[in-house]
């Protein structure tokens, strides 16, 4: 499978930007459901052998994801990016795991509730000796450890990352409310970790997963905050996250007259004052909606 379009966070040299403005995660042990993805058209889908399976399936769930991967990459899938999510370091199942991620036909592999960069260096020495040295690795950092080192983990040759609210908010012993006031440190930590480190940082789930206004409040206050994507825990979600991520045309209309008036210094733009932070806001939105900037 391949990389979708766009600019984003590269691992080792040579690896192909990943961009992310949905990030759908579907039960590896459900091949019916991996096999209905080209329909829903998401940035980057992930076949979920964590939380998705039962420990009584992991076996079972691995050959049935590796299978449907490669239905998937024979011809409906193609030009699709798909992702394995494989089980944490230390468990019973990593390294089978892994094994089966780098022998098939996924892009990559998401690596779920990472606290030390030597987990990532792990996670590569396997993939390298599976032959897969250049596999996009995407990072959740879900746990108090992981938020806490996120600049860190964030800075050990991952392609993106994504933070997972509500693995973070129970390994903290907390609960989740409506307004989410409870995970905004660890989410601006994240955001910020992952911009200080050059790579793409893709927003919570929203459980609800049949609330459209819940999930578009969401949406629209992570991307505020700074996040490029959304993990998305149903099809539905995709397009709602696909909208809220990709600049509308009243958007790029507003980035283009604002560098257009602060080309010069100083400018006006719809009766506010636009000067070089500013500037670089209209170009990042220009980015998003895969224009370049003029100059």
Known sequence: MTDGPGAGGRGPAGAAPLTVRSLLFVPGGRPD???????????????????AVAPGDKERARQAAVSAIAGLAAGPGRGL?????????????????????????A????????EDPEQVAELRRLLAGHGRPDAVVVAGLETAPGVAAARALLASGVSAAYFG??????DLGG?????????????????LAARLCGV???????????DEQAFADD?????????TGKICLHPQQVARAHQVFTPSPEEVAHARAVLAA??????????EMVDEVHAKMAAAVLRRAGEQSPG
């Open 165 to 170: 609210a509500e693995d973070y908010i129970a």
């Open 175 to 191: 609960r989740r409310t409506p307004g989410g006031q409870e995970v905004l440190y660890a989410r601006s930590q994240v955001v």
């Open 33 to 51: 459901m991996v096999a209905k993805v080209p329909r829903w058209s998401p940035d980057v889908t992930v076949v979920d052998l964590e939380d």
């Open 262 to 271: 602060a080309g010069s210094g100083v400018g006006v733009v719809d009766g």
């Open 219 to 227: 949406a629209a206050a992570g991307r505020s905050l700074g996040y």
């Open 81 to 105: 990016t798909l992702l394995i999510r494989v089980n944490p370091p230390g468990s019973p199942w990593f390294t089978a795991d892994v094994a089966a991620a780098a022998g098939s036909r």
């Open 200 to 210: 793409p940082a893709i927003d919570q789930a929203v459980v609800a997963v049949h």
């Open 107 to 114: 892009a990559g592999v998401v690596l779920p509730k990472l």
